[in-house]
């Protein structure tokens, strides 16, 4: 188990080492020119886009500004600024062009943000989606059932900003139902209260196919040869259906869920951008659209070690939940 | 698998988890299962196909059933290692004095190993009896067209007699006798009985301990000319 | 049955490497589905493959087509060595050489029409040109289905006709040797022997040459004239059929027969004697040394963990040579014995 780890450590790093190194030639190597965005439009002439090129260090060989990238990630680095020198430490992620913190600032006090608004989000999806799941699976073809399938259908067929703006819009904003966000820094209670809007919309949104996997893998699993035989034992229909089958149906679950808590954790955009939360899919997008390179290098590192770990720790619970999946 | 065994017992008699255990390891070894204590623990994956089977007859028999019905319980194993099974089966039946049904597509397995023989074709049965007899002299077309395109490995035959025709769909079954669209008997009959009417059980003529579902007046001599003319 | 020789193989070999991790090591392990075997078909001729699973009479057979590459050994075909051809070279062997698969169901194209998958291998081979519909009906009233369901498509027929859809693909290149795969076991009981007829009767009218890979001893025991008896990757007896069934040599060929359930034992026919061998067939990954038989074996002493009994006749000194000229009985065990009483006999009235 231990070496596996180790192995899958090993493996993780290196996947990590890949998209670092593709990140960077593709965004410090392309055609964007972060300097012409922060050059003032007025007020600019070849000699200030100079300047700031010079003044944000992209005026030097590509090697050499992916060493000192590199240098930073594991050491940490100075950098002057206005004549002061501040120091980065390992693992330094590079100093925002536009506006000239640090990007571990910027980054790792909005990630909490996004990990509390996936994981809330997660707990409703997970809940809602397998309950209904196993309920439209258990009575399959009744009424419940096609009702479950259908409602999830359209659900899942209304484009998601469409929903999320709607929720944004009437019970936040228009009736008050629910608060909007506020910063951890306004308080525990409002912060969570806050999350709740967009937690409730992600997560039921997310549900519908939850609804659906659920169904379809517990019904693959209640066809199997050995739930006959459980029944064949004289024990309860509840001990077949939850002792025998959802553990069984849960093996696939687990998986999509791993990869999706990874993809809400590396930004819930739109949601983010909606109900304003200050988290890092709307930081990235920011950063995005004013080319300031080294917070999308950011967003893309953790992204990355987020999926890898996920995907690891996907890997590990699989082991528990089916006695055939050997780590090794 | 020694949890999947106890969890059966533990269905029907009020025991302590350990003692179900005990009882699923002692099933395991009367199986033939070695190092059963040790295998209890083992999961299905770890099993060889035989020893899976072995562990699932443990399975079936832990509460000392009156009726164990086997659905092709070997159908998917080697042929050494069906041999080994259904020699298990036969003396755990005499151990335990259950009785067995014996599902199976395979004649030459019910020869082997059954008293008594139901035929089903198309969802009814057609042909009853012991087994001996009703393989040794069949009286009921379908029977006797089984017996017939069956290859054997210890004799040599100059040609399969096949049954014409495809077994018909349950959605849409031939009128009267299912059978009858394959049977090249029918028109022995007199009428349209085959085509009309569902026979019902009756003794074959002229055999004891043997009843059939099939029109014809004399079914064993019908067959028995048959036969002779091949 | 002529004498020329159609396939060859010699010290067959298939083995597939894969790695194992073990802790922080990766541990080269193989699996050796086919461990150099030896036989000869000769025109006309049917060799039935038999063995239990993981004895690698499947892989032979695709080995045989070349729809798997050997590692060791080779195939040769009307005396061309075909064991590593490229895969354009092998256009001639896929005509000369068909293959009938086990599933009816899965093996055809539902996309297709009957039509389209009977046209494809003529239109392959440049066949009957400009007249391949002709061809195509001739084909389906050769394997006794209705030249009028060209149209069709594959999961508009039963198992059985299925079955002779493929049979008739497999036909429709003139091949000359036709490697059958288990072909009638996924079928109903009631349909297997008119599969087995149809393939009778095609190999009489036109010819064929057989290879017959089947674990049921009854089916091969009608259809084939030469059977030889595989287990672990190895041919452990080869000869007539006749030999095989009434005086096999080699223990394990004795406890298969024995195993077999028989039909006739309901006739009061019962064989005189009955083996029961202990436990399941060890994996091929790691096969017993010496003879592989040997931890099933009840025969078994040291000499059987030391040395490979080689496949060689026990009654002369006739040599592994001979053999591959064919028409002769081996077996390959240390202690080899006839054993007459393991098959009921079966008086014949006619």
């Given amino acids: 188990m231990l070496t596996y780890i180790l192995r899958r450590s090993a493996l993780a790093l290196s996947v990590i080492m890949a998209t670092l190194v593709s990140a960077f030639l593709l965004f410090f190597a392309g055609p964007s020119d972060p300097a012409q965005a922060m050059c003032p439009e007025t007020k600019c002439n070849p000699a200030r886009l100079e300047a700031i090129t010079k003044s944000i260090g992209l005026d030097k060989p590509l090697i050499e500004q992916f060493l000192t990238y590199f240098k930073g990630l594991f050491v940490g680095r100075d950098f002057v600024y206005a004549g002061d020198t501040v120091h980065c430490g390992a693992p330094c992620l590079g100093f925002s062009f536009v506006t000239r913190r640090s990007v571990n600032e910027e980054l790792f006090t909005r990630f909490p943000n996004t990990v509390v608004l996936a994981l809330m989000a997660a707990v409703v999806f997970v809940t809602v989606g397998v309950t209904f799941g196993i309920l439209a699976a258990v009575r399959r073809g009744s009424a419940s059932d096609r009702g479950l399938v259908g409602a999830s259908q359209v659900l899942g067929s209304i484009p998601y900003y469409v929903l999320a703006l709607l929720v944004a819009l009437y019970p936040v904003i228009l009736w008050n139902v629910l608060p909007q966000y506020s910063a951890i820094s306004a308080g525990v209670g409002p912060y969570f209260m806050g999350m709740l809007a967009p937690a409730l919309i992600l997560g039921l949104v997310t549900s519908a196919s939850y609804v659906r996997y659920t169904r379809n893998s517990m019904i693959e699993t209640l066809s199997m040869d050995y739930i006959r035989t459980a029944r064949s034992k004289g024990i309860s229909e509840r001990t077949v259906l939850f002792k025998h089958g959802f553990r069984a149906a849960m093996s696939p679950i687990a998986t999509i869920l791993g990869l999706d808590i990874a993809a809400l954790l590396t930004g819930t955009l739109i949601t983010e951008q909606i109900f304003g939360v200050d988290g890092i899919g709307r930081r990235g997008l920011a950063a995005l659209r004013s080319f300031d390179l080294p917070v999308i290098m950011g967003t893309v590192l953790i992204g990355a070690v987020v999926v890898v770990v996920m995907n690891l720790v996907v890997d590990i619970a699989y082991s528990f939940i089916d006695p055939r999946v050997r780590l090794s | ?230 | 049955m002529s004498d020329k020789t159609l396939l060859k193989v010699t010290d067959l070999q298939r083995h597939f490497p894969f790695r194992e991790v073990q802790g922080l090591k990766m541990v080269k392990a193989t699996v050796k589905a086919v461990d150099g075997i030896s036989f000869t078909v000769k025109e006309g001729q049917t060799l039935g493959l038999v063995g239990e699973s993981g004895c690698g009479k499947s892989t032979t057979s695709r080995l045989v087509t070349r729809l798997d590459e050997p590692t060791g050994g080779t195939v040769e075909f009307e005396g061309r060595d075909i064991t590593h051809l490229k895969e354009h070279e092998l256009r001639e062997i896929r005509r000369n050489v068909q293959m009938i698969f086990q599933d009816p169901y899965s093996s055809l194209n539902p996309r297709q029409t009957v039509g389209a998958i009977l046209t494809t291998p003529l239109r392959v081979h440049g066949l009957h040109k400009g007249k391949e519909k002709a061809r195509v009906q001739e084909l389906l009233a050769l394997v006794g289905l209705n030249p009028e369901h060209i149209n069709r498509y594959p999961s508009e027929f039963s198992g059985g006709q299925r079955q002779r859809i493929g049979i008739a693909r497999a036909l429709a290149v003139e091949p000359k040797l036709i490697i059958a795969d288990e072909p009638v076991s996924a079928l109903d009981v009631s349909i297997q022997a008119q599969v087995m007829n149809l393939l009778a009767k095609l190999r009489n009218e036109l010819d064929l040459a057989f290879i017959f890979v089947a674990h049921d001893l009854g089916v091969v025991r009608h259809f084939c004239d030469q059977v030889a008896v595989m287990y672990l990757g190895k041919i452990v007896e080869y000869g007539d059929k006749k030999k095989i069934y009434e005086a096999p040599e080699h223990p394990y060929t004795q406890a298969l027969l024995s195993a077999a359930p028989d039909i006739n034992v309901a006739r009061g026919i019962a064989p005189k004697e009955r083996i029961r061998l202990v436990g399941d067939v060890p994996s091929p990954i790691d096969p017993p040394s010496g003879c592989r038989f040997r931890t099933r074996c009840w025969k078994a002493q040291d000499i059987c963990a030391q040395q490979e009994p080689p496949l060689v006749s026990a009654t002369s000194e006739e040599s592994t040579r001979t053999f591959r000229e064919g028409g002769v009985h081996l077996q390959a065990c240390h202690f080899p014995e006839v054993k007459t009483d393991l098959v009921a006999e079966v008086e014949h009235s006619a």
């Fill in chain 2, 1 to 230: 698998m020694g949890g999947q065994i106890a969890e059966a017992y533990r269905a029907h008699n009020k025991v302590s988890k350990q003692v179900a255990m005990k009882r699923a390891v002692e099933m395991l070894d009367l199986v033939g299962i070695p190092n059963p204590q040790r295998r209890a623990n083992s999961y299905p994956h770890e099993f060889s196909g035989g020893m899976r089977q072995r562990a699932m007859i443990a399975l079936g028999l832990v509460n000392n059933p009156k009726l164990l019905i086997a659905d092709e319980p070997t159908t998917a194993l080697d042929v050494t290692v069906q041999a080994q099974i259904l020699d298990l089966v036969n003396d755990l039946q005499k151990e335990f004095g259950s009785a067995v049904i014996l599902i199976t597509h395979d004649l030459a397995v019910v020869a082997e190993t059954a008293d008594d023989i139901l035929v089903m074709y198309a969802g009814r049965g057609v042909e009853k009896g012991s087994a001996k007899e009703v393989l040794a002299q069949p009286s009921h077309p379908y029977t006797y067209g089984l017996l017939q395109s069956l290859p054997s490995h210890s004799e040599d035959l100059e040609e399969l007699k096949a049954i014409k025709g495809t077994p018909p769909s349950l959605l849409n079954l031939p009128s009267g006798c299912s059978f009858h669209p394959r049977c090249e008997f029918k028109t022995q009959v007199e009428g349209d009985a085959c085509w009309t009417v569902l026979p019902e059980w009756r003794p074959t003529p002229g055999l004891s301990n043997r009843e059939i579902r099939c029109h014809l007046t004399d079914p064993v001599a019908t067959l028995q000319h048959d036969e002779g003319v091949r």
